[in-house]
C-alpha cells in the first residue's frame, strides 16, 4: 500500500505569515491527491482536490500543487481562522490513504 | 443540498459488533456516479480511511481492517451501512460516512461529509 508522509506534524506561525505543508507519496499517485481542513470538533472540509485545484469558496489564499509523489499545501498569509489541522488523502487507488495531519497554530 | 447523517449505538461492548447506518438526504443512493464511504478519527488522533462501497454493492476496504468489517447498501431506504466486528478499546472514535465527487479517478475525493458521530467502546 501507498503511505503518505506529511510534514512538519505541527507548526506555529504569525498572522500574515507564509506556511508550507508537505505530503510525500511512498510511491507516485499523479495528481490524485486531496487536501483536507479539520477545525477543531468539526468535520473535515475538502480544500484541495486534484493537488491544486481550489475548491469553490475556499479563500484564494490557499494554493495546492506537486504531481507524482511530493505535494505542498501553501497559505499565503495566514490568518486566525486558519488554526485548524490540514490532512492529505491520496486516492488514485485503493486504499485511500490520510497523511497523519498538520496542526497549524497561531502564534 | 445533499446530507449524510451517520446512526447507531454510541456505546459498544468490546468483542461485539459495532453497527452505524449512514441516511442520505436529497440525493440517490442508487445513482452510479458516486461511492459512498466512511471514515473514522479516534479521539484527539488522525483520520482513517474504512472502505468504500457502490450502490451494487461493490467493496473496498481498508487491509488493516478487512478481517473485520462489512459494507452493505440498502437502496429502498437510501441508506449504507457498516459493521465492525470484534471490536476493542482501539476502535474507540468518531464515524464519518461521506460521498465521493464522482467514481472516476479523478474525481474519488470526499467532497460531503456526515457529521460523524461518537462511538465508545467499553464495557
Known amino acids: 500500500d501507498i503511505q503518505m508522509t506529511q510534514s512538519p506534524s505541527s507548526l506555529s506561525a504569525s498572522v500574515g505569515d507564509r506556511v508550507t505543508i508537505t505530503c510525500r507519496a511512498s510511491?507516485?499517485?499523479?495528481?490524485?491527491l486531496a487536501w483536507y481542513q479539520q477545525k477543531p470538533g468539526k468535520v473535515p472540509k475538502l480544500l484541495i482536490y486534484?493537488?491544486?485545484t481550489l475548491e469553490s469558496g475556499v479563500p484564494s489564499r490557499f494554493s495546492g500543487s506537486g504531481y507524482g509523489a511530493d505535494f505542498t499545501l501553501t497559505i499565503s498569509s495566514l490568518q486566525p481562522e486558519d488554526v485548524a489541522t490540514y490532512y492529505c488523502q491520496k486516492y488514485n487507488l485503493v486504499p485511500w490513504t490520510f497523511g497523519h495531519g498538520t496542526k497549524v497554530e497561531v502564534k | 443540498q445533499l446530507q449524510l447523517q451517520e446512526s447507531g449505538p454510541g456505546l459498544v461492548k468490546p468483542s461485539e459488533t459495532l453497527s452505524l447506518t449512514c441516511t442520505v438526504s436529497?440525493?440517490?443512493?442508487?445513482?452510479?456516479?458516486?461511492?459512498w464511504g466512511w471514515v473514522r478519527q479516534p479521539p484527539g488522533e488522525g483520520l482513517e480511511w474504512l472502505g468504500i462501497?457502490?450502490?451494487?454493492?461493490?467493496?473496498y476496504y481498508n487491509p488493516a481492517l478487512e478481517s473485520r468489517l462489512t459494507m452493505s447498501v440498502d437502496t429502498s431506504k437510501n441508506q449504507f451501512s457498516l459493521n465492525l466486528y470484534s471490536v476493542t478499546a482501539a476502535d474507540t472514535a468518531v464515524y464519518y460516512c461521506?460521498?465521493?465527487?464522482?467514481?472516476?479517478?479523478?474525481?474519488?475525493?470526499?467532497?460531503?461529509w456526515g457529521q460523524g458521530t461518537l462511538v465508545t467502546v467499553s464495557s
Open positions: 510511491q507516485g499517485i499523479s495528481n490524485s
Open positions: 461521506a460521498r465521493t465527487e464522482g467514481i472516476a479517478e479523478s474525481n474519488q475525493y470526499f467532497r460531503h
Open positions: 462501497i457502490y450502490y451494487s454493492g461493490t467493496t
Open positions: 486534484a493537488a491544486s
Open positions: 436529497a440525493g440517490p443512493i442508487s445513482s452510479s456516479s458516486y461511492y
